[in-house]
């Protein structure tokens, strides 16, 4: 493929010196040129198949293309494929070789008039040479000028023009030596919206949780003819084909596959006038701006969507990369400056990147959530970018996979430290003057309730206890088991004995403190009313037992049993009403 | 705690019922009487543990309930007045604190302009700023408008926590939650704070329950800290919104009442003093207050009561020092009459030599609901500015309208100084809910506290009820497995028959009530409060979902086409949001205080062609937007907001009258339209 490199070289010397002198060039002569203009779009797509002929005896390893000026500043794109691929690299005597060449123009189309008004139709004018422009000898020669299915206004008629249909055919024309031209102008009506994105910024941003997300910033013009007068929205609606057929309604946009959480909106909001169908090849996003645009009209706006990681991201010796499409994947819509921005991950390093074409580098940082360091940025610029240019690039780089721990570490870290600070809040002691009666107060206070809380629970191990005591009762009546009643009798009166002797220091405590004087009163009633409870348990403990050891019964064990009974229930609810009581404070 | 004392009991149990194999049955019953007792002990942690649960879903309630909007449309900034804070906040977080408050705006009301930083009340800007700043610090990356959008919910659900501390305040802990959960969801005040509502009252109703609720603090303790918490608090409210008149009108107004029941103490006079005080000194910090504190009418009241406190202080402490009572009464005499007349003299001079400005248009029509419609037609011409329909009441507050008189009734039974403050609140709030719609919002807080106390206070009646009656069974149940005599106790159930059934009934009525005001309220936000009226949705003929997006399509043309340096103009309305969202300046815009300006628009706006033209010429105006909602029937348009046009117009420049826009005293715009309409 090495020719092939050749002539794309070559060419660019050429566009840049287009009046070039004859006398650097060989004895190649074109045997046949085939051209088709494609006007059916706002972008001008000329395919041109050249047969290329060797006339002379030196072999010739180049081939020059040559454009007129006026066509070469809107030069977006050019690729020249050879059809026979086995040739050897440089043609000789009387080789012949067929050059297939395809040219993009931007901005070809000129709207004329230049101004309508709502109701009028787009007529846009277009030139061209009718004669194929080259530096060799053409032998035959012709060329077929497509247009949109609707009116022709005017065209230039040389000899040998035909039209069929919406094809304008100019040819066969022979044995025309080099440089002649013959200019052709053609003015036709097209309601092709020119939508051109006068910028456009894409930011492909990779996150390797499985995202990549991309944002893409348009600034859109309709470049066709100006709108002039008044524009009414009730006959825009009412008859859309007559009042206002030029005009820019949608944009439809071809995503990836598996795109997902797709947004349009701008700057003051979403856009509700979107849809998007999706397929496993393609999603379609069909996108209509605020209001139609018409010719001179602006609108800018945002769309953005996430794709799936494992599509576009791939490993390679120890590498990663990025393979991603360059250009918009917008329909028909030219870009006058393309900016991609690549957002890498924070950390990542040793970037290159691999381009189809050349484009402008650079590399910036951008700081997004959770960043320290800010993420490193590639960006691609490249200006007149159309539809063609939607190949794939590539953006090498290497990142360890630990790094992405980092963020997920830093909000734990960062929650922990939040809890731990409330705990260490709740903890430390704040107050200023250490010796202030207030925080004297509220020293004994605290130390008053935390002696009262051991009250409670001890006086709860009480209550359980004799819970335990009744319990031994109930077993009693079922087994007879008097032994087994006594035990638990002797461990229940020795922990009985050690609650007491607990209670002691506690109560002392209390007595002796002036923040407990409320509450004392109700701390020794139930103190005092839980002895009594438990001394009357014991003795209503110590009669059922003696009644079993004397085998006294039924009726007369219940008559002896019923007094203590009465009043154990009712001390056991003053006991839990004092209880409540105090836990309440 | 508990570990300590549930483990000796476990080793016994094992010790004791290791004896008796045939007693598995009855350890197990031990031991869910165990875990029992050990639950019962930590009853204070778990009403704890409740309370912080009951408060956090609470918060968390009251911000998501505020979300229906951005759920049904989009995360965008609603209504007029909002798109003015939001420009004023991307100007701060983008030129930075100083140069927005220098900022003078020739955007707006042109050709005079506007001093942005001297006209407005930069609290809520400076609050999403700070938070915008905090979050970006914090590496959270996110755009100034979703912090705007959220500001107001954020805010709404500080308010619960604030309402819940005011309620304990002033009742008891079941009230602050009960007050919370109402004012979470209470559409009064979620028409004002859902998100996108970006504006002052979002934040406002926070800083005026918190000024409430630390003033009445300060009240209970006599504490100095919490009368400059209350003061700073007040500094928040002025820096938001210019409904700070009501606090320093409300505050003196409870002050005297207390004075004048008697309940006059040294807590109030440091309370009352440190927040009168410093409030004011920083309340003049703000540009758009400055010297109006001391000097409008509006502030005389609290001014006034100052120095009554003085002298009150002073006749205590000569009261302290004479021993002889008639003695005392003569020299109060003396003082009071004095007092009143140095008072009377000082407001006559002062009013009369123009030091103290009169009282504005805007107060005057809350105490004269008619006023407005007499004098000032653009303050009468706000829709929200009309006096309230008792459907909107209905619609607003539900039950609690019925609950407020209950809570009121509780109120007074247990009358103290929080109670009075709540009752005076509740009182007063209501009355200028009557008079203007809008101000149902101030009043939401005071009615959801007091219906609070009313329902927290029944409900516990009620089971204070139930729960004697259950523990006596319950002690009845546990001796019956001893003895099983329970007779004796059952015959104390009998003494009140219905009552435990009348308690249940009375439980589940409450709790219908509640649900249908939780249902109530879910509906409101979700179909009426939660539209951000610049996007219009409606249901299609196939029940699809129409969406109208017209006025940011037109904002967004302007914005996009036509020269930065254009003029539009509209009807005021519109303005704020054409600077806004279109960028583009405008004639006249919400800010409505230049009457003669708007009366000019509203001139050009209601004469024939040739007329307004030259107007419009005069005015320098490239364009000109009106709003016609015939095609899609949308009803605001500017053909209803017409009348209001000529009225306004007609204030100023006598050519036009009304009449001649009338047939038969009809405004009516089809065929038999009046001849000065073009």
Known sequence: MGFRFDLLLLFTTLVLLSTITPTVLSDVILSKVDRRIDLTSQIVRVTSTLKVENAGPDPVSEVLLTFPEIQAKDLAYLTATLNEVSLPKALGEGDSLTIDVLAVFTHALRPFPEEITQADIQLVLFQDTAHYLSPYAVKVQSLTVKLPKARIETYTKLENTNIHGSDIKYGPYENLPPFSYAPIAVHFETNQPFAVAQELVREIEISHWGNVQVTEHYNVVHQGAKSKGEFSRLDFQARPHLRGASALRNLVAKLPPRAHSIYYRDEIGNISTSNVWGDPKKTELVIEPRYPLFGGWRTTFTIGYGLPLQDFLFGLEGKRFLNFSFGSPINDLITDNLIVKVVLPEGSNDISISTPFPVKQGQETKISHLDVAGRPVVVLEKTNVVPEHNQYFQVYYRFNKLSMLREPFMLISGFFILFVSCILYMHVDMSISKSSPSYLAKLQWDEVRATIQQVVSIINQCLSKHERLEASLHDLSRTGDVQACKTARKTADSLFKEYSKELKPLLSFLQSSPQATQILPKVEELVAKEKELQERLIAKHSTIVDCYEKKIGGRELENRVASHQQKVVALKQEVDDLLDYIEEI | ?678
């Open chain 2, 1 to 678: 705690m508990a570990v300590t004392k549930t483990e000796p009991i476990n080793g016994s149990t094992t010790k004791s019922s290791a004896p008796p194999s045939t007693s598995m049955p009855l350890k197990s019953d031990l031991l869910s009487i165990l875990s029992l007792k050990s639950l019962r002990l930590k009853t204070k942690q778990q009403e704890l543990l409740i309370r912080v649960s009951i408060l956090c879903l609470v918060y968390v309630l009251a911000f998501i309930t505020r979300l229906f909007s951005v759920l049904r449309y989009e995360s965008m900034i609603h209504e007029f007045d909002p798109y003015f804070n939001y420009r004023t906040t991307l100007f701060l977080t983008q030129k930075g604190f100083y140069e927005f408050w220098n900022w003078f705006d020739s955007e707006s009301w042109y050709p005079l302009g506007r001093i942005i930083g001297g006209t407005l009340y930069p609290g809520l800007m400076v609050t999403a700023a700070m938070m915008y700043w905090g979050l970006r610090f914090l590496r959270f990356a996110v755009h100034i408008r979703e912090v705007c959008v959220l500001t107001a919910p954020f805010f709404a659900s500080n308010t619960t926590l604030v309402a819940y501390f005011f309620g304990k305040e002033i009742w008891d802990t079941g009230a602050g939650l009960v007050a919370a959960v109402l004012i979470a969801i209470c559409p009064g005040y979620i028409s004002r704070s859902v998100a996108g509502s970006y504006d002052n009252e979002g934040v406002a109703i926070f800083a005026l329950l918190l000024t409430f609720y630390l003033f009445v603090k300060a009240v209970n303790t006599g504490s100095l800290a919490w009368g400059l918490a209350s003061a700073f608090g007040y500094f928040y409210m002025v820096s938001a919104w210019g409904g700070y008149v009501f606090i320093i009108n409300l505050i003196p107004l409870y002050v005297l009442a207390l004075l004048i029941t008697g309940r006059y103490s040294m807590r109030l006079y440091v309370a009352y003093n440190c927040m009168y005080v410093l409030g004011m000194l920083l309340a003049m910090q703000i540009r758009f207050v400055g010297f109006q504190h001391v000097q409008s009418g509006e502030h005389m009241a609290a001014m006034g009561v100052f120095f009554l406190m003085q002298v009150f202080y002073f006749l205590d402490w000569v009261k302290h020092l004479l021993n002889d009572k008639k003695l005392f009464e003569a020299f109060l005499r003396i003082t009071v009459t004095c007092a009143v007349g140095v008072g009377a003299i000082a407001l006559g001079v002062g009013t009369a030599s123009g030091y103290i400005s009169p009282w504005s248009g805007r107060f005057y029509s809350l105490l004269d609901p008619t006023y407005a419609k007499d004098h000032i037609p653009i303050i009468a011409s706000v829709s929200e500015h009309q006096p309230t329909a008792w459907s909107s009441f209905m619609f607003d507050f539900h039950i609690l309208l019925f609950l407020f008189p209950a809570g009121l009734y509780f109120c007074f039974k247990r009358l103290s100084d929080a109670t009075i403050f709540i009752v005076m609140y509740g009182l007063t709030s209501m009355y200028f809910a009557g008079v203007m719609v809008r101000l149902i919002l101030v009043a939401t807080p005071a009615v959801c506290l007091i219906s609070a106390i009313a329902v927290s206070a029944t409900i516990k009646n009620l089971t204070m009820l139930l729960r004697t009656k259950s523990k006596v069974s319950q002690t009845g149940s546990t001796k019956g497995t001893g003895g099983g005599k329970t007779s004796s106790k059952a015959m104390l159930d009998q003494s009140q028959p219905f009552q435990r059934n009348g308690a249940i009934a009375l439980l589940f009525g409450a709790f219908y009530l509640l649900s249908r005001y939780a249902i109530h309220c879910t509906w409101v936000t979700s179909e009426a409060y939660s539209s951000p009226s610049i996007v219009l949705a409606a249901r299609g003929a196939h029940g699809n979902r129409v969406i109208f997006d017209d006025y940011r399509e037109a904002y967004y043309w302007l914005r996009q086409n036509t020269p930065p340096d254009a003029k539009v103009m509209s009807w005021w309305d519109y303005g704020y949001q054409i600077t806004a969202m279109g960028n583009r300046t405008v004639i006249v815009d919400n800010n409505t205080w230049n009457n003669t300006h708007i009366a000019t628009v509203g001139r050009a706006m209601s004469s024939y062609e040739d007329e307004a033209y030259e107007i419009m010429r005069s005015l320098d105006v490239d364009y000109v937007l009106v709003v016609f909602g015939g095609v899609t029937g949308y009803s605001s348009d500017d053909i209803n907001k017409f009348l209001w046009m000529v009225r306004i117009g007609g204030g100023v420049f006598p050519v036009i009258k009304e009449p001649d826009y009338l047939v038969n005293g009809e405004y009516r715009v089809d065929k038999v339209c009046s001849p000065p309409r073009v």
